[in-house]
């Protein structure tokens, strides 16, 4: 093991660094610290959002094992799932999506996207998802491999020990981000749906910007899953990489007040803080991951969290394609 954080390989993916940018108007509205928010949402057009920075390393990983085609999963909207679909065509790699959700659904957003980029597409009903995903990709996987292909599996959200890479790397970025702006924040925030980002972040602070604590707003699962789900990551990337974490590690803070009824079921308040951002700031969110994320933001400082802080800094990880599915939920007053 050494304590070298020389990053591994990785491929030129994503349009960084990002700018990183203060929200004076709804900071002021809201009295509490400065807002700035982190454009991870403009990582690229189609390639937006937070998956790009965790693919640029998975997917080098990927190559350089001689893999010829991607198989991945998650909701018939995953963010995750339309990037993998559109960088595997960029790379001349086959992507295979096992989405969840029922494929009559007119193709919209990312699931239109995924069509579009060719890759090869199976649909099942929540609870086989939920019961066999782990048999399902394995299964797809001893197909490809059947045909001679060479196939690389990339879990949900690309959250493992190579993805995480992605915002360890986003994190010195940051560092930088801070000292360009001449601030030190006391918090960085991101949406938390399958904990990739945040162990990133985390491992990342501890490394670049230890003064700044990460907070994780849990979109589905709750604080100890994420907690314990970043944790994973890093012990896995350090093993993979043979890295030590530095010491006195700990863990995320996570908050999981406001999944509200489940993943990818927002209320009215959220629908309300996207519209509120857009127009207040031309800031455009998602109701599934950063929009629910902003609002539990806003209400955490309404109720006092931040008192006492200078900046903080919100993490904007994409999902504008998974906005236009919700179309009628705005219209609803
Ligand atoms: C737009 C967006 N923001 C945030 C997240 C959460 O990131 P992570 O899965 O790394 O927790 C995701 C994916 O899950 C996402 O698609």
Known sequence: MTNSFRFPTRLSLAQTPTP?????RISARYGGPRIWVKRDDLTGCSLSGNKIRKLEFVLAKALDEGCDTLITCG?????????????GAQLGLRVCLLLRGESEQPPDGNYLLDQLAGAEIRTYPASVYQAKQQELLDGWARECRGQGRNPWVIPTGASDGHGAWGYV????ELSEDYTRHNISPEYVISASGSGGTLAGLHLGHR???PTTQVLGMAVCDDAEYFRTKALADIESLCRLY??????????????????????AKAGREVFDTIRQLASTEGLVLDP?????????????IALGR????????????????????????????
């Open 207 to 209: 490394l670049y910007c």
């Open 20 to 24: 990183l940018q203060p929200l004076d």
């Open 288 to 300: 599934v991951y950063t929009g629910k994320a902003f609002y539990g933001m806003l209400r955490e």
């Open 306 to 333: 931040f008192q006492g802080c200078r900046d903080i800094v919100f993490v904007h990880t994409g999902g504008v394609f998974g906005l236009f599915p919700y179309r009628e939920f705005f219209n609803q007053q």
């Open 75 to 87: 909701g018939l909207q995953s963010n995750h799932c339309r990037a993998t679909a559109l960088l």
């Open 169 to 172: 790397q986003a994190s010195q």
């Open 242 to 263: 043979s890295v030590s974490a530095p010491a006195g590690l700990g863990k995320p803070e996570v908050i999981d007040a406001y999944i509200g009824e489940g993943y």
